[in-house]
């Protein structure tokens, strides 16, 4: 649980006064990495005994996780938990397996508790109060979620987008406020040490970056990776967008998640905690072999089979590279797969003989409550005078 470690520190820096980007600890010489808003909040870690404080992580993480699984039920539209109560439970107790979520609970991360603040802000009524503040606090705490914000704006949800970027500021101020040598130190230096964080070429390592790193065999990509990662940005957000435009709104969402995961310079084998609600959404879709694949794919470990120390991850032959690299090779796929899947708009329609003036609510019509038949099943944000249905 190194990074529980690394968490406590970065507390008793703050209230110690100490200098939060200047230690290191556990014996990888970790140094902190978020900034200065992460600190702050990880203060109350330092109320703790060491072991208490793992045993807490592993509880909370465990309880995100089925939060998590609960949320995702929700966001894919699912009505199983409803008829069967256990389905959840067993859900979580897969969960737990999934190596991002595994890999979480060992290291004492917090991967959870940002997926489940972003996709539970991102998942409520359009209009709903207070309706992006939460992902400005994830972005805050780990500046990644950020990306979510161009994906808003792109499709057209400008109030959220402000919401959160102006959450965002507020962590920044409360930083500055409480903590204004590191944050002047975190905002122009540490920010842009891609180094400091670890090293790219490992097989932890699962970004776009990390794979072109390995199948190059050289530590530091640069422009070979820069391009790519631009281009696969533009084409996943325009792949987002298209989605959420064509009403496969879950599909739009998730689009931007694992496109941020792909771009990131580093994204952990752990970041990838959005495997839960794309498996949620492939079963309530009743795609079972495709939520089967990925179940397997994110339990195999593969990456882990192969010899990994030192220098050993810039020396696999060709057909150990995708063993090396599953999920960003699987991020790509998975955008090609969304390219395909939601290709065409989503309508919702009945046959007309059903549509009688009888009986004139739509709702019983087959139409979601608040829309005429045949409309689109996402509209652009306040056309309609009714909040907007969504998969909660």
Not at 50 to 64: D, H, Q
Not at 87 to 110: H, N
Not at 206 to 214: D, E, H, K, T
Not at 275 to 282: D, N
């Amino acid at each position: 649980m190194a990074d529980t470690l690394v968490y406590r520190a970065e507390g008793a820096a703050v209230v110690g006064g100490t200098d939060l980007y200047g230690f290191t600890v556990t014996e990888w010489n970790l140094p902190a990495t978020y900034p200065p808003f992460a600190a702050i909040l990880f203060v109350p870690t330092t109320w703790l005994p060491i072991p208490l404080l793992k045993i807490a992580f592993v509880v909370g993480n465990v309880a995100l996780l089925a939060l998590l699984v609960h949320l995702s039920l929700k966001f894919a539209g699912s009505s199983g938990a409803r008829s069967r109560p256990w389905l959840p439970l067993a859900a979580t107790a897969v969960g737990i397996w999934l190596e991002p979520v595994f890999q979480t609970l060992l290291f004492g991360q917090i991967n959870l508790a940002l997926a489940c603040l972003v996709l539970w802000d991102l998942s409520r009524p359009e209009g709903a109060v207070g309706k992006g503040f939460a992902l400005g606090i994830a972005a805050g705490v780990k500046l990644t979620p950020g990306f979510f914000v161009v994906y808003l704006l792109l499709i057209g949800r400008i109030r959220t987008a402000v919401t959160a970027t102006a959450s965002f500021i507020g962590t920044v101020l409360l930083g500055v406020l409480v903590l204004p040598a590191a944050s002047v130190d975190f905002w122009t230096r540490r920010m842009f040490e891609t180094a400091r964080v670890g090293k790219v070429w490992i097989v932890d390592n699962q970004s776009l970056q990390g794979f072109l790193a390995r199948a190059l065999r050289i530590e530091e990509p640069g422009l070979l990776w820069a391009a790519p990662a631009v281009a696969v940005a533009v084409l996943g957000l325009w792949l987002a967008r298209r989605a959420h435009r064509n009403g496969h709104t879950q599909w739009g969402l998730l689009t931007a998640a694992f496109t941020a995961l792909l771009i990131s310079p580093i994204s952990w084998s752990h970041h990838w905690v959005w495997c839960v609600p794309l498996a949620a959404l492939l079963l309530t879709e009743r795609r079972l072999y495709l939520a089967a694949f990925v179940t397997l794919l994110f339990t195999a470990r593969t990456q882990w089979l192969l010899p990994h120390d030192g220098d050993l991850d810039l020396q696999y032959p060709w057909w150990q590279q995708p063993l090396a690299s599953p999920y960003p090779l699987f991020g790509l796929a998975l955008l090609a797969y969304v390219g395909l899947r939601t290709g065409r708009s989503r309508r919702v329609s009945v046959p007309p003989q059903r549509a009688t003036a009888a009986d004139p609510n739509p709702a019983r019509l087959g139409a979601p409550p608040g829309r005429r038949l045949g409309e689109f099943e996402d509209e652009p944000e306040g056309r309609s005078s009714q909040p907007r249905p969504t998969a909660n």
